[in-house]
T-cell receptor
Framework: TQLLEQSPQFLSIQEGENLTVYCNSSSVFSSLQWYRQEPGEGPVLLVT?????EVKKLKRLTFQFGDARKDSSLHITAAQPGDTGLYLC????????FGIGTKLQVIP | EADIYQTPRYLVIGTGKKITLECSQTMGHDKMYWYQQDPGMELHLIHYSYGVNSTEKGDLSSESTVSRIRTEHFPLTLESARPSHTSQYLC????????????FGPGTRLTVL
């Protein structure tokens, strides 16, 4: 089983601050997905990274896939209260593995 | 926008009852999944399917069963609900070979008294 470790598990910041969360594994993944989940709802797909070293931007969110395709990061610039949620990374082909997630709280 | 639906959204039942959680998707996806998630905890895969008449158990042992008679429909059944089954159940689907990008339903919050 391919494991994905996410850090930090919890993050509470003020509106306007920048932050980075991480998704790490000892295994190589052909692709990784990032999802955001709000309380009481299902996760929503944000992005898929496929190529080692790839950088994708989604408004204030920047996703990077490690060169060796074993890790990924999510950077949020000028966080907003609407960014609050659980950020999950996932990967795998036959069976998808999810990380435990980073619970982000952005305080107005 | 993903078209995957789960009903009911909330269910409170007594111990020993038989329940079926419904999940349907209109995207024609071959792969479907059921996850169990306790509040603030990680997702645990309990069942998945690669297509009609295909069902497999996931990583987390579950007393529930699933069926896949039609591509769009993947119901989950508990024959005799217990308080330990209280959790959030999430259904998802994905296309074959599309990096396993999953589209999730809104979930069913089950409480067994």
């Amino acid at each position: 089983t391919q494991l994905l470790e996410q850090s930090p598990q919890f993050l509470s910041i003020q509106e306007g601050e920048n932050l980075t969360v991480y998704c790490n594994s000892s295994s190589v993944f052909s692709s990784l997905q990032w999802y955001r989940q709000e309380p009481g709802e299902g996760p929503v797909l944000l992005v898929t990274v496929v190529t080692g070293g790839e950088v994708k931007k989604l408004k204030r969110l920047t996703f990077q896939f490690g060169d060796a395709r074993k890790d990924s990061s999510l950077h949020i610039t000028a966080a907003q209260p609407g960014d609050t949620g659980l950020y999950l990374c996932a990967g795998g082909y036959q069976k998808v593995t999810f990380g435990i997630g980073t619970k982000l709280q952005v305080i107005p | 926008e993903a078209d995957i639906y789960q009903t009911p959204r909330y269910l409170v039942i007594g111990t020993g009852k038989k329940i079926t959680l419904e999940c349907s998707q209109t995207m024609g996806h071959d792969k479907m999944y059921w996850y169990q998630q306790d509040p603030g905890m990680e997702l645990h895969l309990i069942h998945y399917s690669y297509g009609v008449n295909s069902t497999e158990k996931g990583d987390l042992s579950s007393e529930s069963t699933v069926s896949r008679i039609r591509t769009e429909h993947f119901p989950l059944t508990l024959e005799s609900a217990r308080p330990s089954h209280t959790s959030q159940y999430l259904c998802a689907s994905s296309e074959l070979g599309q990096n396993n990008e999953q589209f999730f339903g809104p979930g069913t919050r089950l409480t067994v008294l």
